[in-house]
T-cell receptor
Framework: KQEVTQIPAALSVPEGENLVLNCSFT??????LQWFRQDPGKGLTSLLL?????REQTSGRLNASLDKSSGRSTLYIAASQPGDSATYLC?????????????FGKGTTLSVSS | NAGVTQTPKFQVLKTGQSMTLQCAQD?????MYWYRQDPGMGLRLIYY???????DKGEVPNGYNVSRLNKREFSLRLESAAPSQTSVYFC?????????????FGSGTRLTVV
C-alpha cells in the first residue's frame, strides 16, 4: 500500500530564506506527483505537477524535483515571503490501477515571519 | 471560470438527518472523487468514479453513497448523518488519459453534525 510522508510537519522561517519541503513515497510505480497549497479554511490549489518521466518542474519561485527510483520529491521555495505561509501537500497518483485516486501526505505547515 | 464547483459551502445537520453534497466540473474530465479532510488524518478518499457510469469505494466509504449523474456531476449522500462525519469534504476531478492529468479540487464543504 502506497504511503506518502512529509517532513517536517511544521516549519517556521524568517522572510527571505530559501527553504526545502520534503516528500517521500513507498511505491515508485506512480504516474505523477502533485504539490498543492492549502490556506487555512480554504481548498487545495495546485502548485506543480511532475510526470513520472520528469525530474523537475518550476513555477516562479517554486521548484519541485522528483526522484522516482528513491521515492522522493522536494519542493524548493526561494526567497520566502509571509504570503507563502500555508500548508503544503504532496500527493502521488498510482500507476497501473484504473481510477486510482491521489494519495496524500499529511502536509507541511509553513509560517514565514516578516 | 473553469473548475470544480461544490455546494453547499457550509452545512449544519442534526444526527440522523440526511443530505446530498453536490459537485460539478466543466473541464470534460472523466474521473471524479470525493475526499474528506480531518485534523491529523489528512485527506482520505471516500468514493470515486473513474468514468461516467462507474463508482467505487475508497478508503472510508461507510455511511456514504454516491451518484455519478452524468459526466459533469458527482454527488455524495449522507443517509443518516453521525457526529463522526463532521469534516471538510472536497470533490476533485481529473482526466484518466494515460494517467498524465493533474487533479483539480473544489473549494470544499464544511459539514458539522450535532
Amino acid at each position: 500500500k502506497q504511503e506518502v510522508t512529509q517532513i517536517p510537519a511544521a516549519l517556521s522561517v524568517p522572510e527571505g530564506e530559501n527553504l526545502v519541503l520534503n516528500c517521500s513515497f513507498t511505491d515508485s510505480a506512480i504516474y505523477n506527483l502533485q504539490w498543492f497549497r492549502q490556506d487555512p479554511g480554504k481548498g487545495l490549489t495546485s502548485l506543480l505537477l511532475i510526470q513520472s518521466s520528469q525530474r523537475e518542474q518550476t513555477s516562479g519561485r517554486l521548484n519541485a524535483s522528483l526522484d522516482k527510483s528513491s521515492g522522493r520529491s522536494t519542493l524548493y521555495i526561494a526567497a520566502s515571503q509571509p504570503g507563502d505561509s500555508a500548508t503544503y501537500l504532496c500527493a502521488v497518483r498510482q500507476a497501473n490501477q484504473a481510477g486510482t485516486a491521489l494519495i496524500f501526505g499529511k502536509g507541511t505547515t509553513l509560517s514565514v515571519s516578516s | 471560470n473553469a473548475g470544480v464547483t461544490q455546494t453547499p459551502k457550509f452545512q449544519v445537520l442534526k444526527t440522523g438527518q440526511s443530505m446530498t453534497l453536490q459537485c460539478a466540473q466543466d473541464m470534460n474530465h472523466n474521473s471524479m472523487y470525493w475526499y474528506r479532510q480531518d485534523p491529523g488524518m489528512g485527506l482520505r478518499l471516500i468514493y470515486y468514479s473513474a468514468s461516467e457510469g462507474t463508482t467505487d469505494k475508497g478508503e472510508v466509504p461507510n455511511g456514504y453513497n454516491v451518484s455519478r449523474l452524468n459526466k459533469r456531476e458527482f454527488s455524495l449522500r449522507l443517509e443518516s448523518a453521525a457526529p463522526s462525519q463532521t469534516s471538510v469534504y472536497f470533490c476533485a476531478s481529473t482526466t484518466q488519459r494515460q494517467g498524465i492529468g493533474g487533479y483539480t479540487f473544489g473549494s470544499g464543504t464544511r459539514l458539522t453534525v450535532v
